[in-house]
Structure formats: C-alpha cells, structure tokens
C-alpha cells in the first residue's frame, strides 16, 4: 500500500478495537501529509452503555496530547500498525459526527501478515539517502554486448544487476553499513511501447545487537550524514525512504535456495514512515549533477579507522556539528547567516582545541595594557589546523580569521559596521569552505583526509571568487580592490 502512499493520499479502513464487544472495529482513514501519517476517526459522541461509540469515551481525554496509545488498522492493500498516537485535532458536536484526528509517532506497513507488538523496538533499520550513489561510485549493473561479425553493432545485451558493494564500520553501540540495492518498475508509455526501469541506490543500515527505539537508529545515522552532508558535499542531505527488520516482527520467512533443496530463512523488512525524519521526505531531490560537482572525496577516501572513529569524534565535537547541520537545512541559505553560523561553530570548536601556536598576533590590546583573545583568535585556532596557504587571498590564517570575524561582529551587533553585500558573500565562501575542511580534520586529525580532499585546492577555488570580483585581503582583514 505505500508505495502508492504519496503526500495528500487517503486510504479508508478499518481500526480495530477489540476491547469493545459493542464495536470490535469502527471506520478510519489513514492520510499521508507533509507532517506524517495522520489518522482520522469519526464518530458519535452518544456515551450511553451499549452504544456503538460508547467503547471511544474510554482511550482518555481527547484534550490531552500526552498521552499515546497505540492503533492496528486493517485497509483493502494490508495492516498499517500505528505507534504512540497522540491527538493532533478534536473537533466534538452534539448533533452531527465528531471527529479525532490522531497522529502516530512511527507506522509501520508489514511485508506479510504479522502480530503488532506493544512498541515499536527493531535491531536494524535501512535508509534511502540523497547523495550516497555520488559518494561511494557504487552501482548495482553491468552490461555486455554481443556483437555482429562486423564487430560494430550489437545484436544482444546482457544486463547483469546484482547488490554486491558494501562497507560496515563499528559506531558506537551500532553496526553501520552502506551498501548497494536496486529495484526493478515496469513502464508503462502512452504509445503502447513497455520497458523496464532498474533503479539503483545506495542504502545506510544501522544494526544493534539488541532491538531499540527507531530513534536510537535515526540518532547513529545521523551522526554519519553530518560527516557526508557537512563535509564531502557542503548541503543537507535527506531521508527519503526507511525500511525495519527485527526478529520479535514477525517470523522469519522460509525460502528455498537456487538448488531446490536447500532451505534457509531471512527476517523481512519492512516499510517506516516516522515523524523524526517525515518532512525531509517532502523535500526537493538535489541535482546529481550538483552533488557530483559538490563532492570534496568519495568513501574510498576514508580509511576503515576513521569510519570507526568518526562515532567518537561526532560526540566529542557535536557543538561544532550541531549549528551547522541546521544551517544547511535552510535553504536557500544567506551570506551572512553562513558568516555568524560558521563563526558560532568555530567559536564552540576553540574551546576544544585550546591555545594554538601563533594566536597571539589575533589578540586584542586592552586599556591596562594587558592582551586577551578575541573571537578572531577562536576561527584562528580552527583554521591553524587546516595547514593551508591562504596567500592566494593576500593574506595568513591571521587575517582570514580576522576577515571572519569583522564580518561576524558586524552582522551580529547592532552597532556594528555594515559590510558591502560582495564582501559578505566572499567572506562566506570562505568559511563555507572552512568548516568543511574543519570537519575532515574532526574526522582525520593527522590530515590524511585533508590531503585527500586536496584542501589547498579549495582555497584556490575560494581566490578564483575573489579574483572574479576583483578583491583581495589585507593582513588585518580588510578588503581591498584589486
């Protein structure tokens, strides 16, 4: 049923309400919106005993959007098993159908017939992501050609596809895995001529030893698309499509092998739609163009240690993470809201790293004489670790951090300098780059990853904007005509 489940789709059923002798099942309809899955009951508000409604009166006070209960609603294409219901809407009349509009935290449409548990626990969960076919270069196919004699035109292609490629690390209490799995659609077109689509994708799988909360999944995988999304593409990436599979849903299902004989079972999955991740699936698809122009490195880029340590890493510098993983959900996102947010990020980041070599030259001199770091010496520390030459831009890591850090202050205080609308925008190429390579070098402190991203020629990429404008730095971080 849901794969023909799209955003403002309803589908009728019935829920089942077995504790009521008088109504074991009453009407419903399921409807898929841009907040999630939503689910409607009409009824009567007669609470006479005996009465048809009367068994609703007793799921609590439709005032409370608290408390949760769970709802099985069967529909003409299969179950929908509802968890941790709360109500959205109460509408109540007196002469004509009242009406509770409920809202499930997570819902589940099983493959097959199974019971519903009490809540909702699974040791895996798989995930449809944006941008992981251009991140990893896997694909699922491969064709062969059988030529004429010529040796020129092919008179058969062999289509082989098959979901081989895959790369697990350990993070955290999790099992994480990508790897490659495709589907097949018929296609059907006006002129009466068929084909076949092969739709290929990369999935990411978390898997526990025990069965958790799907946020507990969501949480882990996340944690690894701050890594994808901040630093090898520099733009949000999201949830599209969520798939679970744990041995208390349902029972294994039997198969029989190639051979005919042999036997073997395998846990089905089956289809999510959670409120945690719902409206990134509403969201516009990104270019694949774009995301192959964006990449800085692919996966074969990343050693299996710096997978396995990027859990520990993301915990350790989530302050870093966190606003920046907002700031690419807002979209289109403005100049100078990537010049404050960035600077936040760096400034979160400074306490981590501490005292750096050279910080000194950002220090500000006081009225007694004395010195003290500023919010220029916290984007240097950030910077320091880059290692890179920012020559091409006319100046050091000294004054770029102070080139930052003007446009910061002047943003964010009400008194402070209005920037001109270039300089705001090459100052945020600037540090869009920056917390990109910043977040390689999380992940890879030796800088292994930033020689693979070849960090050096992203500062040139950043020059050849400033060149375009006719710009260049000087060193206490001031703009400059050419």
Same mark, same amino acid.
């Given at each position: 049923?849901?794969?023909?489940?799209?955003?403002?789709?309803?589908?009728? #059923?019935?829920?089942?309400?077995? &504790?009521?002798?008088?109504?074991?099942?009453?009407?419903?309809?399921?409807?898929?919106?841009?907040?999630?899955?939503?689910?409607?009951?009409?009824?009567?508000?007669?609470?006479? !005993?005996? &009465?048809?409604?009367?068994?609703?009166?007793?799921?609590?006070?439709?005032?409370?959007?608290?408390?949760?209960?769970?709802?099985?609603?069967?529909?003409?294409?299969?179950?929908?098993?509802?968890?941790?219901?709360?109500?959205?809407?109460?509408?109540?009349?007196?002469?004509?159908?009242?009406?509770?509009?409920?809202?499930?935290?997570?819902?589940?449409?099983?493959?097959?017939?199974? /019971?519903?548990?009490?809540?909702?626990?699974?040791?895996?969960?798989? *995930?449809?992501?944006?941008?992981?076919?251009?991140?990893?270069?896997?694909? &699922?196919?491969?064709?062969?050609?059988?030529?004429?004699?010529? #040796?020129?035109?092919?008179?058969?292609?062999?289509?082989?596809?098959?979901?081989?490629?895959?790369?697990?690390?350990? $993070?955290?209490?999790?099992?994480?895995?990508?790897?490659?799995?495709?589907?097949?659609?018929?296609?059907?077109?006006?002129?009466?001529?068929?084909?076949?689509?092969?739709?290929?994708?990369?999935?990411?799988?978390?898997?526990?030893?025990?069965?958790?909360?799907?946020?507990?999944?969501?949480?882990?995988?996340?944690?690894?698309?701050?890594?994808?999304?901040?630093?090898?593409?520099?733009?949000?990436?999201?949830?599209?499509?969520?798939?679970?599979?744990?041995?208390?849903?349902?029972?294994?299902?039997?198969?029989?092998?190639?051979?005919?004989?042999?036997?073997?079972?395998?846990?089905?999955?089956?289809?999510?739609?959670?409120?945690?991740?719902?409206?990134?699936?509403? $969201?516009?698809?990104?270019?694949?163009?774009?995301?192959?122009? /964006?990449?800085?490195?692919?996966?074969?880029?990343? !050693?299996?240690?710096?997978?396995?340590?990027?859990?520990?890493?993301? /915990?350790?510098?989530?302050?870093?993470?966190?606003?920046?993983?907002?700031?690419?959900?807002?979209?289109?996102?403005?100049? /100078?809201?990537?010049?404050?947010?960035? &600077?936040?990020?760096?400034?979160?980041?400074?306490?981590?790293?501490?005292?750096? !070599?050279?910080?000194?030259?950002?220090?500000?001199?006081?009225?007694?004489?004395?010195?003290?770091?500023?919010?220029?010496?916290?984007?240097?520390?950030?910077?320091?670790?880059?290692?890179?030459?920012?020559?091409?831009?006319?100046?050091?890591?000294?004054?770029?951090?102070?080139?930052?850090?003007?446009?910061?202050?002047?943003?964010?205080?009400?008194?402070?300098?209005?920037?001109?609308?270039?300089?705001?925008?090459?100052?945020?190429?600037?540090?869009?780059?920056?917390?990109?390579?910043?977040?390689?070098?999380?992940?890879?402190?030796?800088?292994?990853?930033?020689? *693979?991203?070849?960090? $050096?020629?992203?500062?040139?990429?950043?020059?050849?904007?400033?060149?375009?404008?006719?710009?260049?730095?000087?060193?206490?971080?001031?703009?400059?005509?050419?």
């Amino acid at each position: 049923m849901v794969l023909n489940l799209r955003t403002g789709d309803a589908t009728p #059923g019935l829920l089942d309400n077995e &504790s009521d002798e008088v109504a074991p099942t009453l009407g419903a309809t399921l409807e898929l919106t841009e907040r999630g899955v939503q689910l409607r009951v009409p009824f009567f508000p007669d609470v006479r !005993p005996g &009465s048809h409604f009367a068994g609703i009166t007793e799921w609590g006070d439709f005032s409370d959007d608290t408390s949760t209960r769970n709802f099985l609603l069967q529909t003409q294409d299969g179950p929908a098993h509802l968890f941790q219901n709360r109500v959205f809407r109460h509408t109540s009349h007196s002469a004509r159908p009242s009406t509770t509009l409920f809202e499930p935290r997570d819902t589940v449409f099983p493959a097959e017939a199974v /019971d519903m548990p009490d809540t909702l626990a699974v040791t895996r969960l798989r *995930s449809d992501v944006d941008g992981l076919l251009a991140f990893t270069r896997w694909k &699922s196919w491969e064709t062969k050609g059988t030529h004429h004699e010529n #040796g020129v035109l092919v008179r058969a292609l062999d289509i082989h596809v098959e979901g081989t490629q895959r790369v697990s690390w350990s $993070q955290g209490d999790a099992t994480m895995t990508l790897r490659t799995q495709w589907d097949t659609e018929v296609r059907d077109r006006p002129d009466g001529r068929g084909g076949i689509d092969i739709i290929d994708r990369v999935v990411l799988m978390s898997e526990f030893v025990d069965s958790r909360p799907v946020a507990d999944h969501i949480r882990e995988q996340r944690a690894f698309l701050d890594l994808v999304s901040i630093a090898v593409f520099g733009r949000s990436l999201y949830f599209r499509h969520h798939e679970i599979s744990d041995p208390s849903y349902g029972s294994t299902v039997p198969a029989v092998a190639r051979d005919g004989e042999d036997t073997f079972t395998y846990e089905p999955f089956h289809h999510l739609i959670t409120m945690d991740t719902r409206n990134e699936a509403t $969201q516009p698809h990104p270019d694949a163009q774009r995301l192959r122009d /964006d990449i800085y490195l692919p996966l074969g880029a990343f !050693p299996q240690h710096v997978l396995d340590g990027w859990g520990a890493a993301s /915990d350790r510098w989530q302050q870093f993470l966190r606003p920046l993983r907002a700031l690419l959900r807002r979209v289109p996102t403005a100049p /100078d809201d990537f010049v404050v947010t960035g &600077s936040i990020a760096f400034e979160r980041a400074s306490d981590l790293l501490g005292r750096q !070599p050279g910080e000194e030259a950002t220090y500000q001199t006081t009225k007694d004489g004395k010195t003290r770091p500023t919010v220029a010496t916290d984007i240097y520390r950030c910077l320091h670790q880059l290692g890179v030459d920012w020559s091409d831009l006319g100046t050091d890591t000294v004054g770029v951090a102070r080139t930052i850090a003007w446009h910061y202050n002047g943003v964010k205080h009400p008194r402070g300098e209005t920037a001109e609308s270039e300089h705001l925008l090459l100052t945020a190429f600037i540090v869009r780059a920056a917390v990109r390579l910043f977040t390689l070098w999380i992940a890879d402190p030796t800088g292994g990853l930033l020689g *693979s991203a070849r960090a $050096q020629h992203r500062v040139q990429h950043v020059a050849e904007y400033f060149h375009l404008y006719g710009f260049t730095l000087t060193d206490n971080g001031r703009f400059v005509a050419l």
